[in-house]
């Protein structure tokens, strides 16, 4: 950090920065289709009419379900939450608590079975997310939504928007994709994040060309959820096993809205099983969770029951590491607990910091400016 001096009305003011407050997943809803008409050339805006405006918006929280939004949350004229700008930022930024808010808009152009209207879509989606959110409060970031069915478009959406515009700060992948994301088919993704500096956030949700557990279709919504877990545990697994860690070494992920309690005991067989195989894969000479204490990082929400007393020191001890959480208020989404009661877990105030500023400055590079003393 650099302090900087500044003289002014005859005092002298110092100034210096410190770690901003991230909330590392806030989600704004695209209300209709044709928000994105602005942004699609002509031929893409026709198509979408003469489709009768299609919605891509998924059902990864059913609208009504508890878990949908907050009963307190500012709503639209249709009962929606964070449909408009001047909502969420109300609501993210209410407690004065937070300084910046990343958004991983969900908006489902990956289920666009067509390349060239995934890729369109997304570029569309992302302008407008630009310009309809980003332009409208400077405490907004976000995410490059990227069109996962075709790696080499995906690759070019990154570069375009690193290029353009600095307040996309990260790469948005879903956990159920098409194929395993450590699939050399998908290097052209880490490779351009990796070339772009920015981390690569891995969310629930998926592209649904295939049933979403490996074992086919459930029938419940609870078994979907339930089940992205395992997806994001078959993702880490590919990531780590095919090499992308010693390949693209300043790859950082970002393990998004699955938790993180379930994450010591995959690492514990991760790297028991490793030492029986390691012959199947020579490439990756260290230990699994050691690769992903260095290059992952998982949000906070939902904390997994880390507000309970003791038991947020507890999981952080059985990581081994405090610098592997980020926090999260996964707005407006509604889980058991609120975003910020994780601090009952704890009474280190030092690992507190790490989860609300440092961890999420170290991926982000976001500071705040800070008045440390005024003298004559």
């Given at each position: 950090m650099?302090?900087?001096?500044?003289?002014?009305?005859?005092?002298t003011?110092?100034?210096?920065v410190r770690p901003a407050?991230v909330d590392c997943?806030?989600?704004?809803?695209?209300?209709?289709s044709?928000?994105?008409?602005?942004?699609?050339?002509?031929?893409w805006?026709d198509q979408?009419?003469?489709?009768?405006?299609?919605?891509y918006?998924?059902?990864y929280?059913?609208?009504?379900?508890?878990i949908?939004?907050?009963?307190?949350?500012?709503?639209?004229?249709e009962?929606r939450a964070?449909t408009?700008?001047?909502?969420?930022?109300?609501?993210?930024f209410a407690d004065?608590f937070?300084d910046?808010?990343i958004l991983n808009c969900?908006?489902?152009v990956?289920?666009?079975?067509?390349?060239?209207?995934?890729?369109a879509?997304?570029?569309?989606?992302n302008?407008w997310?630009?310009r309809d959110?980003?332009d409208?409060?400077?405490?907004?970031r976000a995410?490059i939504?990227?069109?996962?069915?075709?790696?080499?478009a995906a690759?070019?959406?990154?570069?375009?928007?690193?290029?353009?515009?600095?307040?996309?700060?990260?790469v948005l992948?879903?956990?159920q994709?098409e194929t395993?994301?450590g699939?050399e088919?998908?290097?052209?993704?880490?490779?351009?994040?990796?070339?772009?500096?920015?981390?690569?956030?891995?969310?629930?949700?998926g592209?649904?060309?295939?049933?979403?557990?490996s074992?086919?279709?459930?029938t419940t919504y609870?078994?979907?959820?339930?089940?992205?877990q395992?997806?994001?545990?078959?993702?880490?697994?590919?990531i780590?096993?095919?090499?992308?860690?010693?390949k693209?070494?300043a790859?950082?992920?970002?393990?998004?809205?699955?938790?993180?309690?379930?994450?010591?005991p995959?690492?514990?067989?991760?790297?028991?099983?490793?030492?029986s195989?390691r012959p199947d894969l020579?490439?990756?000479d260290?230990?699994p969770?050691?690769?992903?204490r260095?290059?992952?990082?998982?949000?906070?929400?939902?904390?997994d029951?880390?507000e309970?007393?003791g038991?947020?020191?507890s999981?952080?001890?059985?990581?081994g590491?405090?610098?592997?959480?980020?926090y999260s208020?996964?707005?407006?989404?509604?889980?058991?607990?609120?975003?910020?009661?994780?601090?009952?877990?704890t009474?280190?105030?030092?690992?507190?910091?790490?989860?609300?500023?440092?961890?999420?400055?170290?991926?982000y590079?976001?500071?705040?400016?800070?008045?440390?003393?005024?003298?004559?």
């Open positions: 650099v302090a900087n001096v500044v003289a002014e009305n005859a005092h003011v110092t100034q210096s407050v997943d806030v989600h704004p809803i695209l209300s209709s044709t928000a994105l008409l602005p942004y699609l050339d002509e031929y805006g979408l009419v003469a489709a009768l405006s299609p919605t918006e998924p059902n929280h059913p609208r009504g379900s508890a949908a939004q907050r009963p307190d949350a500012t709503q639209d004229k009962g964070a408009t700008v001047e909502g969420l930022v109300k609501d993210v004065g937070t910046f808010a969900l908006y489902a990956q289920q666009i079975h067509q390349p060239r209207r995934e890729a879509h997304a570029r569309a989606l302008t997310i630009a959110w980003l409208h409060d400077p405490r907004l995410s939504v990227v069109p996962m069915g075709t790696p080499r690759a070019d959406e990154i570069a375009y928007w690193a290029a353009q515009d600095d307040r996309f700060v990260q992948l879903l956990g994709s395993l994301l699939r088919s998908n290097w052209p993704i880490w490779e351009a994040a990796e070339k772009a500096g920015l981390p690569v956030a891995i969310h629930i949700g592209v649904f060309r295939q049933a979403p557990t074992v086919g279709w459930p609870l078994e979907w959820y339930v089940g992205q395992a997806n994001l545990e078959a993702q880490l697994c590919s780590v096993s095919e090499g992308i860690l010693q693209f070494p790859t950082k992920i970002v393990v998004t809205e699955v938790g993180f309690n379930w994450l010591p995959f690492l514990w067989k991760f790297d028991k099983l490793w030492k195989y020579p490439w990756v260290r230990l969770s050691e690769l992903i260095e290059h992952v990082r998982f949000t906070t929400a939902p904390s029951g880390a309970e007393p038991r947020l020191d999981i952080v001890d059985r990581m590491s405090d610098q592997m959480l980020v208020s996964d707005y407006p989404h509604n889980h058991h607990s609120g975003p910020r009661d994780i601090e009952s877990g009474h280190d105030g030092a690992l507190l910091d790490r989860i609300y500023r440092q961890n999420a400055a170290d991926l590079n976001l500071v705040v400016p800070t008045t440390s003393g005024k003298a004559e």
